[in-house]
Nanobody, 115 residues
Framework: QVQLVESGGGLVQPGGSLRLSCATSESIFSFNRVAWYRQAPGEQRELVAEIGYFGLTNYVDAVKGRFTISRDNAKNTVYLQMNSLKPEDTAVYYC?????????WGQGTQVTVSS
């Protein structure tokens, strides 16, 4: 059973930074891609950033230039560095890993951007 464990969320002021971590129970290279999604209250879950098997990355326009997705292969961990945070970044952030037709999700971590 694949397990994804997110950590690093919290309360931060506008303009601040957080780094989220997604630790996977299996090698990152066993997945086609690993991605970060977020879901704000009353909103649909949306893709934030993704990193593919070969390391290619993709971001939603709203976070380009502010967020960076990366991975540590030895630690089987994917990170989301979030800088210049805005109140509209407030959401529960989820890690997702895809393998063939299957997708796996973590439990989510809350990010709140507020003064």
């Amino acid at each position: 059973q694949v397990q994804l464990v997110e950590s690093g969320g919290g309360l931060v002021q506008p303009g601040g930074s957080l780094r989220l971590s997604c630790a996977t129970s299996e090698s990152i290279f066993s997945f086609n891609r690993v991605a970060w999604y977020r879901q704000a209250p009353g909103e649909q879950r949306e893709l934030v950033a993704e990193i593919g098997y070969f390391g290619l990355t993709n971001y939603v326009d709203a976070v380009k230039g502010r967020f960076t997705i990366s991975r540590d292969n030895a630690k089987n961990t994917v990170y989301l560095q979030m800088n210049s945070l805005k109140p509209e970044d407030t959401a529960v952030y989820y890690c997702r890993a895809d393998r063939g037709p299957n997708d796996y999700w973590g439990q989510g971590t809350q990010v709140t951007v507020s003064s």
